[in-house]
C-alpha cells in the first residue's frame, strides 16, 4: 500500500472513497460540518438528522458520487465523542475507512484527519490504522482469498505542518504498522508450519534484513547453561527448542551505566498443555502461544529500523509443549539455569518455566531493565477479558508511562497487584518454589513466580492471554492474532 499525503482542501482528492470523521456532539452544534455539508449540496446534514448516520464510533455512511467533490465515495465515519478523540480512536477511524473500501473492492482511499492533536502523530497512527486494516489472515486459502488490497492511502491533515515532520512521522508508522502484521502473520501460522526451529530461522532471516544481529542458542547450549526449566517444557516434543537472541547492530558499545532494556516474549509454538493435557475445545488456538515472541520480534525489527537511543536486546524461548514418553510429569523437581529448583505441578504452566531461564538470562546479558510479554494465563482472560491486557512489576514509572501511552497505542493495559502476601501460594515442599498457585489470583501467582528469576531487576510482566486473538473481527481488523505488544513496545522504547 502507497502511503500519501496532502495538506488542507480535501474537494480536489481524487480517490475511490474519501472517510471524513463525525462526531457526536456535532449533532447538536452542525456548524464544524457547515461547510462540508454545503460542498455536498446539503448531503451530510440530510444523512445526520433522518438518523441514517449515527456518528457513534466505528459507524459508517457512505454517499456515492457526492456532489462537490472529486472522490467516488463520501464516507462519514463514526468518531464518538469529539472530547474522547485520541492517538488510538483516529488509528481505529484510518482502520474502519479502509476495512469499507476493502469491502466495496475500491482500490484508493484517503482520510481527513479532523481535529487530531498534532499533524504528525494523527499521520503515524493513521498510517499504522490503514497498514493493519489492509492485512487479511487467509494465508493458506487457495480460493476465495480476500484479494482486494487497497493500493493508496492518503493523510489528508486539516492544518498546516512540517512536511518533513509529516514524512518522518508516516515512515515510524510504516514501520510499526508492517511489524505489527508481522507479529499477526507469525501467530497465525499452525504449529505445523511454524516450529521452533522455523520460528527462530524466520528471526534470522527477518532480522538480519533490517540490521539485527540475531543468536540462536542450540539445545546443546541450553543443556551447557542449565537452562533446565525451558528445557523441561520441551522434552516431549521432537522439535528442538530455540531460544533466539536479538540485539541492535551499532548498540553493542553502550556507555557504562546506562540502562539496557530486555524485552522477553513466551515463543511457545504449541501448548498442549503436556501431560497436564488440556481439553480438546479451543486447543488449536494454543498455535497463537508464541504471540509474546512474535511481539518481540515485531518490536526488534522496528527498532532496528528506527535507530533509538535506548538500547534494547530481545530474546524469545521458543519451543512445544506435547505429552509424550519423555515428557515432563507432574511433580518433577528441574534446577533453573539461576539455581533455583522448580516442582512442576502442572505441565501446562509452561509459560513461566522457559520464561524464568530466558529472564535470567537477560540479566547474564547485563539487561538492567526487563519487561516481558506472554500468553500466560487463562486467568488474565477470565478477570480482563479481551479488552485490557494485564499489567504487573516493580518498575512502576515504566509501568506508569506504559499506561499513559496506551491512549496512543489503543492497546490498554490494567496494572495488578504484586504483593509479597501473594508468593506463599507458590512455595514446594521439596523445591525452592512450585510452577502454580492454588485457584485464586492467578495472574499474579504466575507473575510472582516470573519475579522470583528476576530477583531486584526492574521488571515489568504483560499478560496478553486474552487481547492476543481478536476472535469476532472488528470494523478495522480481520478475525485472528492482533499483533499486541508492538506498538506499546515500540512507543515506550523506539525513542
Ligand atoms: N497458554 C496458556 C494460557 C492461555 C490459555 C492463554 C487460554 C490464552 C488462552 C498457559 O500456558 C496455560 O495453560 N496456563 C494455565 C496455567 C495453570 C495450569 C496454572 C492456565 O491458565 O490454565
Ligand atoms: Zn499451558
Ligand atoms: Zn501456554
Redesign the pocket.
Known amino acids: 500500500m502507497q502511503i500519501e499525503f496532502q495538506p488542507g482542501d480535501y474537494r480536489e482528492t481524487a480517490c475511490d472513497l474519501l472517510a471524513f470523521p463525525v462526531f457526536e456532539d456535532e449533532i447538536a452544534d452542525f456548524s464544524s460540518l457547515e461547510s462540508l455539508d454545503k460542498i455536498t449540496r446539503g448531503a451530510v446534514r440530510s444523512v445526520i438528522f433522518s438518523r441514517e448516520f449515527k456518528p457513534e464510533l466505528h459507524q459508517t455512511c457512505g454517499i456515492f458520487k457526492p456532489a462537490g467533490l472529486k472522490a467516488r465515495n463520501l464516507l462519514l465515519v463514526g468518531g464518538g465523542k469529539k472530547s474522547h478523540l485520541n492517538p488510538a480512536i483516529l488509528r481505529e477511524i484510518a482502520g474502519t475507512a479502509v476495512r469499507n473500501a476493502k469491502s466495496r473492492a475500491y482500490k484508493s482511499v484517503a482520510l481527513f484527519c479532523r481535529g487530531a492533536a498534532s499533524p504528525g502523530m494523527a499521520a503515524r497512527v493513521a498510517t499504522e490504522g490503514a497498514l493493519y486494516a489492509n492485512h487479511e489472515s487467509d494465508i493458506y486459502k487457495t480460493r476465495d482469498k480476500e484479494q482486494r488490497d487497497i493500493e493508496s492511502f492518503r493523510i489528508i491533515l486539516d492544518r498546516k505542518a512540517s512536511q518533513t515532520e509529516v514524512r518522518e512521522e508516516i515512515r515510524r508508522g510504516v514501520i510499526v504498522g508492517d511489524a505489527t502484521n508481522m507479529a499477526r502473520t507469525l501467530a497465525n501460522e499452525p504449529s505445523n508450519i511454524l516450529t521452533p526451529a522455523k520460528f527462530a530461522e524466520r528471526a534470522s532471516m527477518m532480522g538480519t534484513h533490517v540490521g539485527l544481529d540475531v543468536q540462536i542458542l542450540e539445545r546443546e547450549e541450553m543443556e551447557r547453561l542449565g537452562m533446565n526449566a525451558l528445557l523441561a517444557v520441551s522434552r516431549g516434543s521432537d522439535e528442538p527448542p530455540k531460544l533466539i537472541v536479538l540485539r541492535i547492530k551499532g548498540q553493542e558499545k553502550r556507555r557504562a551505566g546506562s540502562p539496557l532494556y530486555a524485552v522477553v516474549g513466551k515463543g ?1 509454538t504449541f ?1 498442549s ?1 503436556g501431560i ?1 493435557l ?1 481439553p480438546s475445545e479451543k486447543m488449536e ?2 498455535k497463537g ?1 508464541m504471540a509474546g515472541g512474535a511481539a518481540v520480534l515485531g518490536t526488534m525489527i522496528a527498532l532496528a529500523q528506527m535507530s533509538p537511543r535506548n538500547s534494547v536486546i530481545g530474546l524469545i524461548p521458543a519451543v512445544e509443549n506435547l505429552p509424550s514418553g519423555k515428557a515432563t510429569k507432574p511433580g518433577d523437581v528441574v534446577k533453573s539455569y539461576l539455581g533455583k529448583t522448580v516442582e512442576i505441578i ?1 505441565t ?4 513461566r518455566l522457559i520464561l524464568a531461564d530466558a529472564l535470567a538470562y537477560a540479566r547474564t546479558l547485563g539487561a538492567t531493565h526487563i519487561i516481558d510479554i506472554a ?5 488474565c ?1 477470565i478477570a480482563l477479558g479481551n479488552v485490557n491486557a494485564g499489567m504487573l512489576g516493580t518498575d512502576q514509572k515504566i509501568m506508569d508511562r506504559l499506561r499513559k501511552n496506551c491512549s496512543i497505542t489503543g492497546e490498554k493495559l490494567w496494572q495488578l497487584p504484586l504483593d509479597d502476601e501473594y508468593r506463599k501460594a507458590i512455595r514446594s515442599e521439596i523445591a525452592d518454589i512450585k510452577n ?2 492454588n485457584r485464586t489470583a ?1 495472574v499474579i501467582t ?1 507473575a510472582k513466580f516470573l519475579q522470583e528469576f528476576v530477583e531486584d531487576t526492574p521488571w515489568i510482566h504483560l499478560d496478553i ?2 487481547v ?1 486473538l481478536e476472535r469476532e473481527g472488528r470494523p478495522f481488523a480481520c478475525k485472528g492474532a492482533t499483533g499486541f505488544g508492538v506498538r506499546t513496545l515500540v512507543q515506550l522504547l523506539g525513542q
Open positions: 511457545v501448548d498443555g497436564s488440556k488456538e494454543m502461544d502442572n501446562d504452566a509452561e509459560g500468553t500466560l494465563t487463562g486467568a482472560v502454580v498457585g492467578g504466575a492471554g486474552a492476543d
